[in-house]
């Protein structure tokens, strides 16, 4: 499965008023979608529970370092799973440390605010030209600093982030291609 870092879709609700971010990174993969089925409530529920061990092992470490400077922390891993089958992504609803800020038929954005930054992250839908069974998804994370600190906390967290964002692309799509058979 190939994976390939690409820019914010023309089409996306972070892309509608044209605003300047701090940070903006996009990646891309095709998800083979053979029965027309998945809604982006799908996507949004294989975005939370298809990551690898490690990747949630790094937020539990992340979350244990920020509680000492006061910032948001995403919970208790057991109460977001249970929470997880009934959550709609609705606009307000709180996943965690996620927040839904919209979702269109194609798309959610998901993401908080605190006082050192704040983010977005876009799963993104759409057709492949000339392909219908054939879907890109891109995930998109946008990040504002807020101050100096939102700087400085980002610093460590950039390199890390390259990395786990493709890794869950591939899981959401493999998790979610596993319904097609």
């Known amino acids: 499965m190939t994976i390939i870092k690409t820019i914010l879709p023309k089409h996306s609700i972070l892309n509608a008023n044209h605003k300047k971010y701090d940070y903006v990174d996009s990646f891309q993969g095709v998800l083979n979608d053979e029965k027309d089925q998945f809604s982006?409530?799908?996507?949004?529920?294989?975005?939370?529970?298809?990551?690898?061990?490690?990747?949630?092992?790094?937020?539990?470490?992340?979350?244990?370092?920020?509680?000492?400077?006061?910032?948001k922390t995403s919970g208790n891993k057991e109460e977001i799973q249970n929470r997880l089958d009934n959550f709609k992504y609705e606009p307000g609803e709180q996943l965690g440390l996620f927040k839904v800020f919209d979702k269109r038929e194609n798309e959610v954005v998901?993401?908080?605010?605190?006082?050192?930054?704040?983010?977005?992250?876009?799963?993104?839908?759409?057709?492949?030209?000339g392909n219908e069974l054939q879907k890109a998804l891109t995930i998109?994370?946008?990040?504002?600093?807020?101050?100096?600190?939102?700087?400085?906390?980002?610093?460590?967290?950039?390199?890390f982030h390259k990395l786990i964002v493709p890794t869950m692309l591939k899981g959401i799509?493999?998790?979610?291609?596993k319904r097609n058979v």
């Open 173 to 177: 799509i493999r998790e979610l291609e």
């Open 140 to 159: 998109t994370t946008t990040v504002e600093f807020n101050n100096w600190f939102g700087r400085l906390y980002f610093l460590p967290v950039r390199p």
């Open 40 to 71: 982006t409530v799908d996507i949004g529920k294989a975005f939370f529970s298809s990551g690898p061990k490690w990747v949630g092992i790094l937020f539990a470490f992340r979350n244990r370092i920020v509680s000492i400077f006061g910032l």
């Open 110 to 129: 998901l993401g908080e605010d605190d006082k050192h930054l704040n983010f977005r992250v876009s799963l993104f839908v759409e057709r492949l030209h």
